[in-house]
């Protein structure tokens, strides 16, 4: 990884058009970022990116944390972003996410979607990790997949109303907030109601239906 550590300052914008480039500093440049082709971003600051809207805008674009981050950048989607690196390295997004495109997510670590006024209409697959649903709006208006060893944490006070569609072998379901689409346990899921974030028992509610098939699995944590 071509890592730079220093700080980017000014108007302009940093652009990623291919190979691998990370970025740690605390950098204030105002312009955006744009990462388009097949180009591969690694943030390992809070403030790596600026100020600015991040684009991804390709046919194979990568952001993968290379840290625990927080980002507060706008983001728009216009290709499928994903992050095939990052290891454990949590991800969260706190800006308005838009596009027509979607967020892919691939490592063990967490990806944190927190604003209410997402409106991506891609989704959000899930192959490994677990997404925290922050917001009522958080993944925006497409299809939340969970895959194999993927988990979807339904943070207090917020409501799921994305289509969710269950593909794994072990898929858990968590948190203390409320999923309003109808829902089929079967045995690759494990329902694990509890507070979050915190731990502690939970209240997860299912607003339009819980159907619980033979060998499906309850954890309250305790």
């Given at each position: 990884?071509?890592?730079?550590?220093?700080?980017?300052?000014?108007?302009?914008?940093?652009?990623?058009?291919?190979?691998?480039?990370?970025?740690?500093?605390?950098?204030?440049?105002?312009?955006?970022?744009?990462?388009?082709?097949?180009g591969e971003l690694f943030v390992g600051s809070d403030t790596a990116l600026g100020t600015g809207v991040l684009t991804f805008n390709g046919t194979n674009t990568e952001m993968s944390?290379?840290?625990?981050?927080?980002?507060?950048?706008?983001?728009?989607?216009?290709?499928?972003?994903?992050?095939?690196?990052?290891?454990?390295?949590?991800?969260?997004?706190?800006?308005?996410?838009?596009?027509?495109?979607?967020?892919?997510?691939?490592?063990?670590?967490?990806?944190?979607?927190?604003?209410?006024?997402?409106?991506?209409?891609?989704?959000?697959?899930?192959?490994?990790?677990?997404?925290?649903?922050?917001?009522?709006?958080?993944?925006?208006?497409?299809?939340?997949?969970?895959?194999?060893?993927?988990?979807?944490?339904?943070?207090?006070?917020?409501?799921?109303?994305?289509?969710?569609?269950?593909?794994?072998?072990?898929?858990?379901?968590?948190?203390?907030?409320?999923?309003?689409?109808?829902?089929?346990?079967?045995?690759?899921?494990?329902?694990?109601?509890?507070?979050?974030?915190?731990?502690?028992?939970?209240?997860?509610?299912?607003?339009?239906?819980?159907?619980?098939?033979?060998?499906?699995?309850?954890?309250?944590?305790?």
């Amino acid at each position: 990884v071509a890592d730079f550590q220093g700080v980017i300052t000014g108007s302009g914008a940093f652009a990623v058009t291919g190979g691998v480039q990370g970025l740690s500093g605390n950098n204030n440049y105002s312009g955006g970022t744009l990462v388009s082709g097949i180009g591969e971003l690694f943030v390992g600051s809070d403030t790596a990116l600026g100020t600015g809207v991040l684009t991804f805008n390709g046919t194979n674009t990568e952001m993968s944390p290379d840290a625990n981050v927080t980002l507060a950048n706008n983001i728009l989607l216009d290709s499928v972003v994903r992050n095939d690196n990052g290891g454990l390295n949590n991800l969260t997004l706190n800006g308005q996410i838009s596009g027509p495109a979607g967020i892919t997510w691939f490592t063990p670590g967490a990806l944190t979607l927190t604003n209410n006024g997402n409106n991506f209409s891609g989704g959000v697959d899930m192959r490994e990790g677990t997404l925290y649903f922050g917001a009522n709006n958080a993944a925006g208006t497409g299809t939340i997949t969970l895959r194999s060893v993927s988990a979807l944490n339904v943070v207090n006070g917020t409501t799921v109303n994305n289509p969710l569609n269950i593909t794994g072998t072990t898929v858990t379901l968590a948190g203390n907030g409320t999923v309003a689409t109808p829902v089929t346990a079967n045995s690759s899921v494990i329902l694990a109601p509890s507070a979050s974030p915190g731990g502690g028992p939970g209240n997860l509610a299912f607003s339009n239906g819980l159907t619980v098939t033979n060998g499906a699995t309850i954890n309250f944590n305790i």
